[in-house]
């Protein structure tokens, strides 16, 4: 029975000029069931092709118009039909017709005459090779279409490391790799990298698993970031997919480097991550969501409450507008930052971040997002934000708090009548001594120390604040008048009575306060501060430990102290400084044993001016150093002309600066004057105060050492004026003494002046030093102190300093002989 074809069979299309031929083709093909259509030539053929789509055709090859060859050629070079199976008939059995036949596009041929039978078997197995090779056909299309939308490189490498193929982004950098060459991976990558590529393979082709590779690679003068993961592709190959990560390595590095550089870098690692349904209300909470908050998997359910009611109430309101925004379409994105609470009760800082899926009509659906904890980046900008405004080691307010608060004050006295504010600049007396002989923390432990007594010392509103150093300043607003600031200031200095207790220590420091009210006349808080500023050193000046107020006479004198400075700085090189000289006598015969040099300055404008309004400037200034050179190399050089002018051996007297002695180059230069002058080192004294024992320290001493060990005589000037100690006078070389002439003024006044004056001058005899006393103004003085024993003094009553002219004329006017002074009555 004949088997009638099925409407899905395969179609053959029979093409032949003999009509027998194809009606028993036709017969025989559709007995197995196939679908047959006919054409008795290759031109009807080709027409025929589009609107039968065959799935195989039986082509004879002799046939008039156009036979078989060129018709199969026809059909292979039309579109779509590159690849259905073409079957040729041929009766012909020759080698040359049937190549002839495979080059022009045959699948397969058959001879004539036909086996019916067997034609059946042919053409399906045909059918079965055509469909199994458009299987892989299109297997090998969509994997070659996968590969090619990869924009990764990639690269087939051997076991012995030849390169087999090479894809996409690599195409640029690499070698083309033509049929049967193969050229190996040493030739064109780098040697290190190559190397580590193959270690990469074998170990792959050894194990099995994916390896991956991260390196920098130089490509046409740039290094590029390659990440590059192997794997096996075939018994002795391996195949290595190349990412240029170049540019997610620059993002990496920039995450770092910024300030969320933790919570963006954590984003896809360590944040807590919620996908919302929008339609069933329910939440997905991860693990990590669930364990920032400190909870367990178990103790957060799906509700949308377990995320809002857990927000800090002051940030609610804000969070569910946010949200209510993104779902309506008015905001691209939901971002916030807001305060969650912790199962342990505190708040952590949240950064929120979500986006809403929505269908074509707009609506959302769906909304998922993270949370990262940014509690740290919070603290650190809430740390930077205080420490710009919060002095590290008080914790009081910085100058620029004090500052913005002061003008704020300010325009209140503008604004309001009768309002008044004052400002307290104090400084700690002393303080540098601490410092400098019990350390810095020490120092610290002071400063901490004295900005909890002003803090007391305040009342609620008013602002405390360290400039810096021992500097401090106060804002006390409404202050009523003077009297009501003098009161506080009062308040203050009792505060400090009580020593601090450092180091097992009790040290008393007291502050120096300068007060200036404001008032609506200040335009900026600089000019206030500046005031109060001025008052301070005025009050230190007047004795420390005491409170001024400001006056605009103050400021005249800051103005003009200024204009000083300026003046001294140009008094060196105008040669406006002069030294004079004083003898130094013994007691006993009035010969000149020694002379002190005096420095005086001839101002242009202003006249002479004494040392002690501009030697401590000058110490303020640095000054002193080239003043002091200069002082101490005139003198030596004075002091050189008079010997080789045949004055007997004396002894010149230098005062020296605490500033002189810390610096560094000090002794090199006091040797190298001597050396240069050519006098001797015992001709020379250099004069200290009792301000270096003091502020003594071991750089100090072995300054004085140095010095000695030379062969300089250390004398102590103004001895008895300060904190001498027997102590001091151990630890420092020194060999005079010289008795401060406030002592020989009040000599005649009380019982106890003679026995403090007889005191020294023991001290000295027993500690084997030359004592010297100072102003000696009337032949009563000479005589007690000669009563005394006292040896040597100087004073207006044996001569006033002179010019170095003078000197020379005093010290020649006896060749050869000791010289001595007439005594100078004053008037």
Known sequence: MKKRPEGNAPLILVVDDDTVMRMLAHAALEKEGYRVEEAENGVEALSLLSPLKPDLILLDVMMPEMDGFSTCEQIRRSPGQERIPICMMTGLDDTGSIHHAYQVGATDFITKPINWLLL????????????????????????????????????????????????????????????????????????????????????????????????????????????????????????????????????????????????????????????????????????????????????????????????????????????????????????????????????????????????????????AGSHTDISARKFAEEQLQHDAFYDGLTGLPNRALFMDRLNNALRRTRRVPDFTCAVFFLDLDRFKMINDSLGHLAGDAVLVETARRLEKCARPGDTTARLGGDEFVMLFEDIKNEENAKAIAERIQKAFMEPFRVSEAELVSTPSIGIALGSSEYLHAEDLLRDADITMYQAKALGRGRCEVFSPAMRLRAVALVRLEADLRAALERDEFHIHYQPIVSLKDSRIVGMEALLRWQHPHQGLIAPSDFIPLAEDTGLILPMGEWVLRTACGHLKTWLDNGVPPLRLAVNISPVQLKDPGFTDMVTTVIKESGIKPDNLELEITETVLMEQTSSIVEVLLKLKAFGIHISLDDFGTGYSSLNYLQNLPIDTLKIDRSFIRKLFFNQEQPKIIETILTLGNNLGMEVIAEGIETTEQLKKLQAMKCRQGQGFFFSRPMDESAAASLLSSFPGAKTKVAPERLL
């Open 120 to 367: 059946g078997y042919r053409v399906r197995y045909m059918l079965r090779a055509s469909k199994a090779f458009d299987d892989v056909y299109r297997a090998e299309s969509k994997s070659r279409a996968l590969l090619g939308a990869i924009p990764d490189g990639m690269l087939r490498i051997s076991s012995d490391g030849a390169l087999l193929e090479s894809r996409n982004s690599l195409d640029h950098i690499l070698p083309p790799v033509n049929e049967g060459d193969h050229p190996n991976i040493f030739e064109f990558l780098p040697s290190q990298l190559a190397h580590q590529l193959m270690g990469q393979v074998h170990k792959t082709l050894q194990t099995g698993s994916v390896q991956l590779l991260e390196c920098s690679v130089a490509i046409q003068g740039a290094l590029r970031d390659w990440e590059i993961r192997t794997i096996q592709s075939g018994e002795n190959e391996a195949l290595n997919i190349v990412r240029d990560i170049t540019e997610r390595k620059r993002t990496e590095k920039a995450l770092r480097e910024s300030e969320e550089r933790y919570a963006l870098a954590s984003l896809a690692a360590n944040d807590g991550l919620w996908d919302w349904n929008l339609l069933t209300k329910e939440v997905h909470f991860s693990s990590r969501w669930k364990g920032l908050l400190g909870y367990k998997e178990e103790e957060i359910g799906t509700g949308i409450e377990e995320w809002l009611n857990r927000i800090h109430p002051d940030d609610s309101e804000q969070v569910k507008v946010e949200i209510n925004s993104h779902i309506e379409g008015l905001n691209a994105h939901f971002i916030n930052e807001h305060r969650m609470r912790h199962k342990d009760g505190s708040y952590r800082w949240i950064l929120s971040r979500g986006i809403a899926v929505r269908e074509e009509t707009g609506i959302a659906y769906r909304m």
